[in-house]
T-cell receptor
Framework: ETGVTQTPRHLVMGMTNKKSLKCEQH?????MYWYKQSAKKPLELMFV???????ENNSVPSRFSPECPNSSHLFLHLHTLQPEDSALYLC???????????????FGPGTRLTVL | GQNIDQPTEMTATEGAIVQINCTYQ??????LFWYQQHAGEAPTFLSY??LDGLEEKGRFSSFLSRSKGYSYLLLKELQMKDSASYLC??????????WGAGTKLIIKP
């Protein structure tokens, strides 16, 4: 276990549904991240939160909406998704905020999302 | 642009040695990470290199050549549990991680 948990582990949703992914880190870290992982592609960074403030949104469609109520919890709200959004969504955290130095990111196990 | 290249898939035999290569092109460089990811699980940190040379951690070693923009992960005495994807990621001058697509390693008995 890496100290980062994600729920649910699997999610199947229709294009008109609204759902949320949850991430919690138990490491006392200051930065949290959402990544999208598709088969045979590099990890795509979606959002970054440093000290619970969003610092990056890498041109992610508005049908993905992040929320970070505190430095330990991160949500990804999903609505009107497309089939091409089907992927593994990974949450990660690090002690040093992104862009401020070298640090290791610790990942959760991911949510396998299927959009029908 | 910034880019990481690593082989898509490799196959090796249990008990043998395998080397997974990674080449990188980044705007500046602040080190290179290797992660292991078993199917359906979280990527887990294996190693970080910022200086040239080889660093050994048990059965796993990681090598870096900054002048060549090249790294490799060396796995010795392969075990079936080493079947996984291995992700290479370089840290650029702004401390942003640039990820490779990963190398799927298949271990055969």
């Amino acid at each position: 276990e890496t100290g980062v948990t994600q729920t649910p582990r699997h999610l199947v949703m229709g294009m008109t549904n609204k759902k949320s992914l949850k991430c919690e880190q138990h490491l006392g870290h200051n930065a949290m991240y959402w990544y999208k992982q598709s088969a045979k592609k590099p990890l795509e960074l979606m959002f970054v939160y440093n000290f619970k403030e969003q610092t990056e949104n890498n041109s992610v469609p508005s049908r993905f909406s992040p929320e970070c109520p505190n430095s330990s919890h991160l949500f990804l709200h999903l609505h009107t998704l497309q089939p091409e959004d089907s992927a593994l969504y990974l949450c990660a955290s690090s002690q040093i905020p992104r862009g401020q130095g070298t640090d290791t990111q610790y990942f959760g196990p991911g949510t396998r999302l299927t959009v029908l | 642009g910034q880019n990481i290249d690593q082989p898509t898939e490799m196959t090796a035999t249990e008990g043998a040695i395998v080397q997974i290569n990674c080449t990188y092109q980044t705007s500046g460089f602040n080190g290179l990470f290797w992660y292991q990811q078993h199917a359906g699980e979280a990527p887990t940190f294996l190693s970080y290199n910022v200086l040239d040379g080889l660093e050994e951690k048990g059965r796993f070693s990681s090598f870096l050549s900054r002048s060549k923009g090249y790294s490799y992960l060396l796995l010795k005495e392969l075990q079936m549990k080493d079947s996984a994807s291995y992700l290479c990621a370089a840290l650029d001058s702004n401390y942003q991680l640039i990820w490779g697509a990963g190398t799927k390693l298949i271990i055969k008995p």
